[in-house]
């Protein structure tokens, strides 16, 4: 069965990045389509972006100068870096097996505060 | 970027009624392959979202048939049939034919 696990720090400062791991278990990353979606408070859901099986990537333009999706096909992990992070940033992030949007993992909460 | 919206923004269902959710996109989702880029998903209450339905119209893995999806171009309806007490959650329409791809700002369904 397919898995994933987000991780990565629950607090971030503003300013600063923040970083986090999806670790898929059943299907590797290299076949697919594997996306970060956040769900803000009060329940809107964004598309941060995604990587693809050959490694391209594709990003929402609202984040496109903050935004970075990388991945370790050794470990089928694939990360989500965002940079210059502020309140508005607070959210629970998702990684999912995009276009079919079949999989997600459950999902952290990362609060951006001092 | 393409404008997803959904109608009504909560419902209120007896179990065992119908219910039925809108989605317009503000832009045609039918890609020139035929295929028509709109998704529906289900937000249980401390879950993560599941897919539904995808393409419009084709139920997810091990989603049950009293779900289904309809809809032309830029106007889509997700509707429940013998709504259950698990069916309670938030909906989301989504489309996946442009980047960034959208979503509808969720629809709550609870129960009478």
């Known amino acids: 069965e397919v898995q994933l696990q987000e991780s990565g720090p629950g607090l971030v400062k503003p300013s600063q990045s923040l970083s986090l791991t999806c670790s898929v278990t059943?299907?590797?990353?290299?076949?697919?389509?594997w996306g970060w979606i956040r769900k803000f408070p009060g329940n809107k859901m964004e598309w941060m972006g995604y990587?693809?099986?050959?490694?391209?990537?594709s990003y929402n333009p609202s984040l496109k100068s903050r935004i970075s999706i990388t991945r370790d096909t050794s470990k089928n992990q694939f990360f989500l870096q965002l940079n210059s992070v502020t309140t508005e940033d607070t959210a629970t992030y998702y990684c999912?097996?995009?276009?079919?949007?079949?999989?997600w993992g459950q999902g952290v909460m990362v609060t951006v505060s001092s | 970027d393409i404008v997803m919206t959904q109608a009504p923004l909560s419902v209120s269902v007896t179990p065992g009624e119908s219910a039925s959710i809108s989605c317009r996109s503000s832009?045609?989702?039918?890609?020139?392959?035929?295929?028509?880029?709109v998704y529906w998903y289900l937000q249980k209450p401390g879950k993560s979202p599941q897919l539904l339905i995808y393409?419009?119209?084709n139920l997810a893995s091990g989603v049950p048939d009293r779900f289904s999806g309809s809809g032309s171009e830029t106007d889509f309806t997700l509707k429940i049939s013998r709504v259950e007490a698990e069916d309670v959650g938030i909906y989301y329409c989504?489309?996946?034919?442009?980047?960034?791809?959208?979503f509808g700002a969720g629809t709550k369904l609870e129960l009478k």
């Open positions: 999912a097996r995009w276009r079919t949007g079949d999989y």
């Open positions: 059943g299907y590797s990353i290299t076949s697919n389509y």
């Open positions: 989504g489309q996946l034919l442009e980047n960034p791809h959208t």
């Open positions: 393409r419009m119209s």
């Open positions: 832009k045609s989702l039918l890609h020139s392959n035929g295929i028509t880029y």
């Open positions: 990587i693809s099986y050959s490694g391209s990537t």
